[in-house]
């Protein structure tokens, strides 16, 4: 069964680094493409992985829900581990909200099973 990391979309997630970098590091200047290089290093290390693939909100469709575009669009099926990163919030820095779930085997492709009960 293959495990799908659903995080913010790239522009946001590197927005957010920068924040939290700047916060940890005061006054540091830092270059401005250490957000895409942290997004290209955790690509990276999670593409030797079996079975692990790391998505961005942004690379799914957005008129359908996360279970749904997986199956659709990455070959997700019933039984594969989704966990879905959000921000919880707006203010800085945010906590993030995560939301795992795993692909319903049910024949309806848009129900999907959240921790154990039918959405």
């Given amino acids: ?15 957010r680094w920068s924040q ?7 006054g540091l200047p830092l270059s401005p493409e250490l957000p895409d290089e942290l997004i290209r290093r955790i690509e990276s ?8 693939f ?3 909100r942004d690379d ?9 575009a997986l199956c659709d669009a990455y070959g997700a099926e019933a039984g ?3 966990v879905e990163v959000r921000w919880a ?17 049910c024949s309806e492709p848009t129900l999907l099973c959240y921790n154990g009960e039918l959405a």
């Fill in 89 to 105: 919030g707006t203010y800085r820095p945010a906590p993030v909200r995560v939301h795992s779930f795993r692909v319903d085997p």
């Fill in 60 to 68: 799914l469709p957005e008129e359908l829900a996360v279970g749904s």
């Fill in 45 to 52: 290390a999670v593409g030797d992985l079996p079975d692990v």
């Fill in 20 to 26: 939290f970098w700047q916060s940890l590091l005061p």
């Fill in 54 to 56: 790391v998505l961005y």
């Fill in 1 to 15: 069964m293959a495990t799908f990391y659903v995080l913010p979309p790239r522009g946001v997630l590197a927005d």
């Fill in 80 to 82: 594969d581990q989704v």
